[in-house]
């Protein structure tokens, strides 16, 4: 970009983010179907240093957690989060997500308790079950494939102070290029968004 534009690799940094801040979702309440699951984002093990590889041990030590939501067949929502624990997970989707609605999940212990607003209906991923009825969180898993391919193929890194903004894009990418969506429609919800957000170069490298 920076090359493109004629401009530093500073400013076209910049200019990234404020796209990726134009992307940021607004406020939608999911209904019908809805897929709940988290991952976790980071550079995969055989590619650390041999000291990290064997002292921060394995599966998720060093990658940070991201929560998501997609209706199915329909729009998603990824949120950057601490921790996968209950109050976080659960606090996240009653904020975002219509009583009542039916929400399939694997069988993680922080959505237990979901039944009590929702139809809460699990696959056990741990017994190689991953449909069950109209269960199954097949559609976020793809969600995700698409973020770690993103990742390792194209950005190699994110940082964990603007994960969220890269979260942002790929959620943008998945609601707003649908088929049915034509270039010009992109381009106007792209513009919508840069109404009010103004991304600022002391913010973007401000101290988390």
């Known amino acids: 970009m920076s090359k493109k534009l004629g401009i ?3 400013s076209a940094w910049l200019l990234d983010h404020k796209i990726r801040e ?5 406020k939608y309440i999911f209904s019908g179907i809805v897929e709940c699951d988290e991952t976790y984002i980071g550079g995969k093990k055989r590619n650390k240093h041999w000291d990290k590889k064997f002292l921060e041990g394995r599966g998720s030590v060093g ?3 991201v929560f998501g939501m997609v209706e199915r067949n329909g729009k998603v929502k990824s949120v950057v989060v601490n921790d ?17 609605t039916t929400i399939c999940t694997d069988e993680w212990r922080s959505y237990i308790g979901l039944n009590k607003d929702y139809t809460h209906l699990t696959v056990k991923h741990k017994e190689w079950q991953f449909k069950s009825g109209i269960a199954s969180t097949n559609s976020i898993e793809s969600v995700w494939a698409i973020r770690k391919r993103g990742y ?4 190699h890194y994110m940082s964990p102070k603007h994960l969220q903004r890269y979260a942002d894009e790929f959620d ?3 609601n707003d290029g649908n088929v049915k969506y034509q270039t010009m429609n ?4 792209l513009t919508a968004g840069c109404w009010e957000r103004c991304l600022t170069w ?3 490298v401000a101290c988390a």
């Open 8 to 10: 530093t690799q500073k």
């Open 22 to 26: 134009a992307m940021k979702s607004g």
């Open 63 to 65: 990658k940070i957690p």
């Open 84 to 100: 996968t624990g209950k109050s976080t997970l659960q606090g996240i989707i009653r904020k975002n997500v219509k009583s009542g």
């Open 152 to 155: 390792h193929g194209i950005y």
């Open 172 to 174: 943008f990418r998945h």
């Open 186 to 189: 992109r381009i106007d919800s």
């Open 202 to 204: 002391k913010r973007l």
